[in-house]
């Protein structure tokens, strides 16, 4: 049986010392028994210097660069070898017994692998946050979308997800996964830098029939946009980029049919762009598109490589239904 005790909480940092002195002290309060570790990605705003100082009881672990989230978080898990690991986003608030509802999950169902809290906007708490939300799924071209947010419509909390549910993927920003399982599935993949690389996580435990689950009684309050906003065309590129990449790594049967259709989405977006005079980002979709065809090879031997599992998506097309039938909720 877990135990709070057996909870590795690991924040990963680059040149984030305001949001340390900010969210850390939280998370030091609500997460007894529980081992915390900053993991930095190289930072020179003297973080560690503040980490040292004022809270010398906290594990440090440097990685050499800033390889982002993706190696960031590979890198410094290796040297934690606790059962249970919740990659916490730096920007996220605590609550009290937020890890409680988690062990519990944890030890009422084995086939658990990941787990994400409820995850509210910091900045208007009585909303949901848009990454991740009451838990996300995606649609049969790759489009993700999370209970209680669907593209840029977000939902108030009205308790209406205070369940326990199964989900598809878990959010980045306070994602609890079985160090076993991390392990077994070799860690996110390191090139996608960041964005989307716990959507082909959790889809590559999916097909390997691991299990994820939403625990709606366990709540983090989430900044959101610390390390990049979505007013950043780099953002937009890693998303759009990212997106292909895990279609491609696991979508199970007629896989061109599905990229052929995402990239024509991909073209009328960027076409929108065009006509909005926002060349930075129709370019991003552009420079997104190119990398994709540059990493093919790679790509098709990681997909020959991966099981494959059927029934990923809930719905044919969020977009169908979000633009077209105006169905603005999960």
Known sequence: MFQTKDIAVVILNWNGKALLEQ????????????????????????????ITTNYPSIKIIKNDTNGGYAKG????????????????????EVTERWLQPIISEFNSDETTAIIQPKILDYKNKSKFEYAGAAGGFIDKYGFPYCRGRVFDTVEEDHAQYNDNSTIFWASGACFFVKNEVFKDLKGFDESYFAHMEEIDLCWRAFNKNYKTKYIGTSTVFHVGGATLNSTNPQKTYLNFRN????????????VLSIILVRMLLDGIAAIRFLFQLKLAFFFAILKAHFSFYVNLPRLIKQRKQLPKRSGYYQKKSIVWSYFIKKQVQF
């Open 73 to 92: 978080y590979n890198d410094a898990l290796k040297h934690v070898e606790a059962p249970l690991l919740c990659l916490l986003n730096s920007d996220i």
């Open 243 to 254: 997106n292909l990449f895990t279609l491609l790594k696991n979508v199970d049967s007629n």
């Open 23 to 50: 969210f850390l002290p939280s998370v030091i309060e609500f997460s007894e028994d529980a081992l915390i570790y900053i993991a930095d990605n190289a930072s020179t705003d003297h973080s560690i210097d503040f």
